[in-house]
């Protein structure tokens, strides 16, 4: 295993490293882990639903898509007070990174994304990192956020390509990957990972980190969702996901993108301490906070932050990538 940063990972490189015996990789990518990031540090992020359900898609893991009855209530776009407002507490709280997500299938200009656009105006000016995630977007669209003051835009790949239409039809493969070109070009840091539990095999878990880990440039932030089967969806009667199996996941993401937030996602409230230790032990190093995550429970700031002081964890400060990099050049520049 090396500690070189690689964008050309072969399948069969993957396979090998996810098939690794569990405690031999928990260890090298606990390794991998210590030599890239501070391994104290855990980056502590609040996901705010700021437009609920009545979503076109057909997800089918989603409890907010129209075509399911799950009992979700539809809310329009929230009113950008309550935003900032939700967004001040979650920063008292301890978090550095917001996110806004939009039940949406994709941005359009219209009025509401002009509100959008003040959102991520005002969360900036409060010194979070700001994320959305609100479906698809035009170029265009990305840099309009990007001159807002966007920092993050989360567009998750969800599976494999493979496997993809068993889950989702109304969008397709390579209309997640523009979006993503797109952010990036528009000089937006990525957020993308997946779901474990839909009903995929090994292989397709293997394919998708391949997709991740062979794009031009890692994603910053890799979420590593265990599904949450919510009655009403196609999906509600999948079982629970293992805990080694997001141990698996999350340890293989660390070696092949050592310096990406791995972000251990939905799930966790089924999760003990001990299984997040394991998580974090394997290279997680970002969670969602707050009592929701979109729709479904998340552990609560106190229960997170009793977590945190048993483990010796701390929360990531807000912008630090930056920091560290602006540092970086001023060291450059004395010594030249």
């Known amino acids: 295993m090396t500690n070189t940063i690689r964008n050309d990972w072969s399948v069969n490189e993957i396979k090998d490293i996810y098939e690794t015996p569990l405690l031999e990789l928990i260890y090298k990518a606990a390794t991998m882990h210590k030599n890239y990031n501070d391994t104290a540090e855990v980056q502590v992020c609040t996901l705010l639903s700021i437009k609920t ?79 959305c995630t609100l479906g698809m977007l035009t170029a265009t669209q990305a840099q309009k956020l990007a001159d807002a003051g ?116 939905a799930g966790r409230t089924s999760m003990s301490v001990s299984e997040q230790a394991l998580c974090f032990m394997a290279g997680a190093n970002s969670i969602f906070a707050g009592d929701k995550l979109l729709t479904t429970p998340n552990p609560s700031f106190d229960e997170d932050n009793a977590m945190f002081r048993l483990l010796g964890l701390k929360p990531r400060a807000a912008f630090k990538a930056e920091k560290n990099q602006t540092l970086a050049e001023a060291v450059e520049a004395m010594v030249h």
């Open 150 to 265: 966007l920092y993050a835009y989360n567009h998750n790949l969800d599976t494999s390509s493979e496997y993809y239409e068993a889950i989702i039809t109304t969008r397709t493969y390579e209309d997640r990957l523009q979006t993503l070109d797109n952010v990036r070009k528009a000089g937006v840091s990525v957020c993308c990972g997946g779901i474990v539990g839909l009903g995929e095999t090994k292989e397709d878990r293997i394919n998708m980190l391949h997709t991740l880990a062979t794009m031009p440039e890692h994603p910053e932030s890799v979420p590593i969702n265990a599904l949450v089967p919510v009655a009403g969806t196609p999906l509600e009667h999948n079982t629970k996901v293992d805990i080694w199996d997001m141990v698996r996941m999350i340890a293989t993401a660390r070696i092949l993108m050592p310096k990406a937030m791995v972000r251990l996602s």
């Open 53 to 131: 359900g009545g979503c076109s898609e057909d997800c089918a893991y989603c409890p907010q898509a129209a075509r399911y009855n799950t009992g979700v209530n539809v809310h329009a776009l929230m009113k950008q007070e309550e935003v900032l407002e939700y967004a001040r507490k979650a920063k008292e709280a301890g978090s550095t990174r917001f996110c806004m997500g939009a039940a949406w299938r994709e941005v359009r200009d219209n009025r509401d994304f002009d509100r959008v656009i003040d959102m991520v105006k005002g969360v900036n000016e409060m010194g979070m990192e700001v994320c």
